[in-house]
């Protein structure tokens, strides 16, 4: 019997017990005693004790600031809408998603959401975590003829300066590489994070070529350094004449063969910024290029690059047989941007004003319903 049903049998007895003659009450004590495993004389007491006295409901330790409902609700619904953050970025999301939330917010719920804590997202939205797990295909071939004219780099993690990118390309073949088929050139800005993606036919020369002119072209800060990996879409003389042979020429450098660590930054937004959202299924319509390019263009670059926030690697060293990593506190690429003394007030100045004018539940919706109409092509 649990302590909720003695109490409730406690409450229905007392009345009798008071009531009964010496003998009765005997047999009632007996029967109490055996069904709710009390002391005899603990059980005595609580018979003859008054119902406002006779059992304390009350709580101990601090006062429960986030037990409302809809703090919970509140918290869920950005959550999933922002593609299930950590509770350190979803801190940082809240400021920037609850002055746009679509639905009126009671007072004492929107003071609790602007000061809780990670860990106290962590506790309560425990039940509602889920883990993902899922591996794709590589498609790098080794473009070995041209591989002595591009230096090999290994120390991009310490660039601070916004204009030195790793790029890479996620492939969407599903589960064969035969055949042709989409490609999306994924690049990221090792300062900033800021980020941009284009869809390509294949891994044609020319069509990488012209993804990362206009992936340059939508950069709020002068491109200084290109990093990719060994792959031959990358490593050909398109590229090299295009970044070398200019009037101010940009750093090309790659990483080592079989050290996929080298591109740490690229290959972490490949899974956030990609698969997560178009998935593993093979995008084999030359159609889907254009549609995907609309989408990455307009609501997609916008999201990502001035709504979700993400962390830094600032600092890490061994500790017996543990490494210990250090990051910084999350910021979006915007928020990088405008902490940064090497871009332009200006673009700093247009792209606040663009800000200023995006909602991210209406992007988030728009792009809902631009990626259900790309994966209803695929479906086909």
Known sequence: M????????????????????????KIMLDEFVANCQYNRKYAIRLLKASPKTSHKTSHRGRKKHYAHPGILEVLTFI????????????????????????????????????????AT??????????????????????????KKHIPIKTNQWDETKPGFIEVDSVAHCGNSGAG???????????????????????????????AMIN??????FELLGFDCDNGSEFLNWHLVRHYLKRKKPVQFT????????????????????VRQYLGYQRFDKIELVDMLNDLYT????????????????????????KIIKQYDSPQTPLQR???SDQVADEKKTQLIDLFNTLNPFVLQEQMSAKIKAIMKKVNE
């Open 298 to 321: 307009t609501e997609w670059r916008l999201y990502f690059n001035f709504f979700i926030p993400s962390v830094k690697l600032v600092a890490k060293h061994r500790l017996g047989s």
């Open 2 to 25: 649990g302590p909720k049903a003695r109490h409730e049998y406690g409450d229905d007895l007392r009345p009798r017990y008071r009531k009964a003659s010496q003998k009765e009450k």
């Open 254 to 273: 790659r990483s080592r063969a079989y050290h996929k660590n080298d591109n740490a930054h690229i290959e972490e937004k490949n899974w956030t910024h």
């Open 215 to 220: 992936i340059e072209q939508s950069l709020p």
């Open 180 to 210: 042709s088929f989409a490609f999306t050139i994924d690049c990221v800005d090792i300062a900033t994070t800021w980020t941009e993606q284009r869809a390509v036919w294949g891994k044609g020369e020319r069509g990488i070529l012209n």
């Open 121 to 146: 997202i962590d506790r309560l939205m425990k039940p509602d975590r889920a883990k993902y797990q899922k591996k794709g295909l590589t498609f790098t071939k080794p473009g070995t003829l041209i």
């Open 79 to 118: 959550w999933r809408r922002t593609n299930l953050p950590c509770s350190k970025r979803l801190k940082i999301i809240l400021s920037l998603w609850l002055p746009h939330y679509p639905y009126e917010i009671p007072k004492e719920v929107l003071d609790a959401l602007l000061k809780i804590s990670p």
């Open 337 to 339: 941007i405008m902490d």
